[in-house]
């Protein structure tokens, strides 16, 4: 490039100061740092499903003749395969790169440079990360001591001339489900309101049906926890008519790939299968539950999710969590103003919770 400055110069000005999203490391690296091998690993900081994918997925990956031709770009036949499943009609349904995906086309839908988006804290942080990236501002709205959303501050932040509003339900990272009349106040104002079911089969309760009502609600979903296809990368979203055909029209071509798409419709053929491991998930839960709260250290959230929070008392909860790094146990751990000393623990398997309260036992009780 000619004269003195770079093309860094020329880069969109907002994006030098954005915090990157807090992903979470992958395997390798934990065994790099723990020394426990990959095979070892117990990873409960994800979220995912420690069953994996439906075996099905699997075979029919392996049997996929078409991997050399792009993907159908309106994803005809995961988009019809999804209508029973989501109870709702096709032309409704578009599916994204992971839910990630859908949120980042419900900012390309939106948000112009500095339109303001409200964050319901704490919770997941996507929303943070794609509205900075996008150039919008966050008004951020803190939850209750409950974790529940304080409707009436989101009710002001909405007056102010806010566009959307997101509501993960359950909430990451703290479980709880936002009661339907809330949402219903929501959609009573003049916003977009983005409700994220990331872990509704996990919950069992879903706003699906007033996607039809209500020409602002917009409703997220994915195949990463139930259906065990993180690593594929393959989310939902139940939009209003007129917002979906915008969305088919200004969404990247092929943005499912061919094997994501082969494997959410085969799961979605194997649901009996899946339910199974669904169900075991949720049984874990009650168990790891009632296991963390017989510790006088930990306090664990009520939670209708996949995972558990729990606020650390008189001990820290960052050395837990390297304590039990240490161990190949992988969980999150959280020191922020509104989620002081707290860990969250993904469900695993009835071993996984074995050997974590085996560890937390070694950790808090000597
Ligand atoms: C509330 C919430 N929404 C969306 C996602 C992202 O899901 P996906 O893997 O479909 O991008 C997550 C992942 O942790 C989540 O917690």
Redesign the pocket.
């Known amino acids: 490039m000619k004269g003195k400055e770079g093309p860094e110069k020329l880069i969109r000005s907002h994006l030098i100061g954005v915090t990157p999203y807090a992903y979470v490391a992958p395997l390798e690296a934990a065994t790099a740092e723990s020394g426990v091998t990959v095979d070892r690993i117990i990873k409960l900081d994800?979220?995912e499903n420690p069953y994996g994918c439906s075996p099905k997925v699997k075979k029919a990956l392996l049997e996929y003749p078409f991997y050399h031709i792009y993907p159908d770009s309106e994803q005809r036949e995961l988009r019809q395969a999804l209508q029973s499943y989501v109870g709702a009609p096709l032309e409704s349904i578009i599916a994204?790169?992971?839910?990630?995906?859908?949120?980042e086309f419900v900012m390309r839908l939106f948000i112009d440079p500095g339109d303001r988006v409200i964050n319901c804290v704490p919770?997941?942080g996507?929303y943070q990360f794609s509205t900075d990236a996008w150039g919008g501002r966050v008004t951020t709205v803190p939850r209750n001591a409950r974790f529940g959303v304080d409707i009436a501050a989101v009710k002001r932040a909405a007056a102010e001339g806010a566009k959307i509003v997101f509501i993960?339900s359950?909430?990451?990272?703290s479980g709880n489900v936002t009661p339907r009349e809330d949402i219903l106040q929501l959609l009573d104002l003049p916003i977009v309101v983005v409700l994220?079911?990331?872990?509704y089969e996990f919950s069992q309760k879903t706003l699906v049906p007033l996607v039809r009502e209500h020409d602002n609600l917009i409703v997220?979903?994915?195949?990463?926890?139930w259906a065990g296809?993180?690593g594929l990368?393959?989310?939902y979203g139940v939009f209003p008519d007129k917002i979906a055909k915008l969305l088919l029209r200004i969404k990247p071509p092929y943005n499912v790939n061919a094997a994501a798409q082969v494997a959410a419709l085969e799961s979605l053929k194997d649901l009996e299968y899946l339910r199974g491991t669904v169900k075991a998930i949720v049984a874990e839960r009650q168990r790891l539950f009632d296991r963390l709260a017989a510790f006088q250290k930990l306090r664990p959230s009520p939670s209708e999710?996949n995972f558990i929070l729990c606020s650390v008392v008189n001990h820290d909860a960052q050395s837990i969590y390297q304590e039990l790094k240490r161990r190949g146990i992988l969980i999150r751990y959280f020191n922020t103003p509104l989620l002081k000393n707290y860990i969250r623990i993904s469900v695993g398997k009835p071993e996984h919770t074995d050997a974590l309260v085996a560890a937390l036992n070694d950790i808090l009780l000597k």
């Open positions: 994800g979220n994204g790169s992971g839910s990630d995906e859908l949120i919770t997941f996507m993960a359950p909430n990451n990272p994220d079911e990331a872990y997220l979903r994915t195949f990463s926890k296809l993180a990368r393959v989310g999710a």
